[in-house]
């Protein structure tokens, strides 16, 4: 897996690239922590070439969402495909969740 | 056919690709292989994080995991064994899923995934020995 990170405006994106389990899931985590810490409350990630995830990534962005909630801030996810999608579907994950078709869409979100 | 591979979290791609490779020559639709890949990681990760990462009792040599795939009538068996103390998934229910995210837990997702994503799912535990999770997804 791999995450690249890019800024716009107040917003960091997060592009992931992979598959997201138990091994590799504390790293995003770690990530969105180094921004809090840096005052950066606003995060997209971008699943878009993410090709698989487990019950673990889901858990890491579930407590990632709700410590950015709890100082004010935010996590959306943008291209949600595929198998992806199913097992936020199944999860019941996508009324939980702030899901994007697109980085424009999620980044107007957060202008709103 | 059987893996046997550490049980680290570094193994759980191997094991994917390990049942997934032997899921597609027996003809799975993307959808069905999407989910006998979910439920297998499951499985390993289970044991990987709630057993052998929380026990220090089980020695090293043991801490290990056995995937083993067959072609059954008109599907797929995937027994994923371990050599931990007995943990029975089977029994555990499944978690209300619109309060589990509100309560912000993050954990009940796997079993959940396991229980949903197959077909069949049954648990064995051989004292002395570990626990066996057989799984079964029909085409």
């Known amino acids: 897996m791999e995450i690249n990170r890019r800024e716009s405006g107040d917003v960091?994106?997060?592009?992931?690239?992979?598959?997201?389990?138990?091994?590799?899931?504390?790293?995003?985590?770690?990530?969105?922590?180094?921004?809090?810490?840096?005052?950066?409350?606003?995060?997209?990630?971008?699943?878009?070439?993410?090709?698989y995830i487990d019950s673990s990534g889901?858990?890491?962005?579930?407590?990632?969402?709700s410590n950015l909630k709890k100082v004010g801030g935010a996590l959306k996810l943008i291209n949600v495909y595929a198998s992806v999608r199913k097992v936020f579907e199944l999860t019941k994950l996508t009324s939980f969740f702030e899901i994007h078709d697109s980085e424009d869409d999620a980044l107007a979100a957060f202008n709103n | 056919m059987t893996l046997?591979?550490?049980?680290?979290?570094?193994?759980?791609?191997?094991?994917?690709?390990?049942?997934?490779?032997?899921?597609?020559?027996?003809?799975?639709?993307?959808?069905?292989?999407?989910e006998i890949e979910m439920a297998v990681d499951e499985a390993a990760t289970n044991v990987i994080r709630h057993s052998y990462a929380?026990?220090?009792?089980?020695?090293?040599?043991?801490?290990?995991?056995?995937?083993?795939v067959k072609g059954i009538e008109k599907g797929i068996e995937v027994v994923v064994?371990?050599?931990g103390k007995a943990f029975n998934p089977v029994g555990v229910p499944?978690?209300?899923?619109?309060?589990?995210?509100?309560?912000?837990?993050?954990?009940?997702?796997?079993?959940?995934?396991?229980?949903?994503?197959?077909?069949?799912?049954?648990?064995e535990f051989i004292p002395g020995i570990g626990n066996r999770i057989i799984m079964r997804k029909f085409l």
Not at chain 1, 14 to 38: C, Q, R, T, V, W
Not at chain 2, 7 to 25: P, Q
Not at chain 2, 54 to 68: A, G, M, Q, T
Not at chain 2, 117 to 123: K, L, P, Q, V
Request: aromatic letters at 6%; hydrophobic letters at 40%; charged letters at 30%.
């Open chain 1, 12 to 51: 960091v994106i997060f592009d992931i690239n992979g598959e997201i389990d138990l091994y590799n899931a504390p790293e995003i985590k770690e990530k969105i922590k180094e921004e809090m810490n840096n005052g950066k409350v606003n995060i997209i990630i971008n699943l878009d070439k993410v090709s």
């Open chain 2, 81 to 83: 064994s371990d050599f």
């Open chain 2, 4 to 34: 046997r591979i550490a049980g680290v979290t570094d193994s759980l791609s191997r094991i994917r690709e390990f049942v997934l490779s032997f899921a597609k020559e027996q003809g799975f639709s993307e959808e069905k292989l999407g």
């Open chain 1, 58 to 65: 889901i858990g890491v962005l579930i407590s990632s969402l």
């Open chain 2, 94 to 123: 499944l978690p209300d899923l619109e309060r589990h995210t509100t309560a912000r837990k993050t954990h009940g997702l796997g079993i959940f995934s396991m229980k949903v994503f197959m077909d069949e799912m049954a648990h």
């Open chain 2, 54 to 68: 929380e026990d220090p009792e089980i020695p090293d040599d043991n801490r290990v995991l056995e995937i083993e």
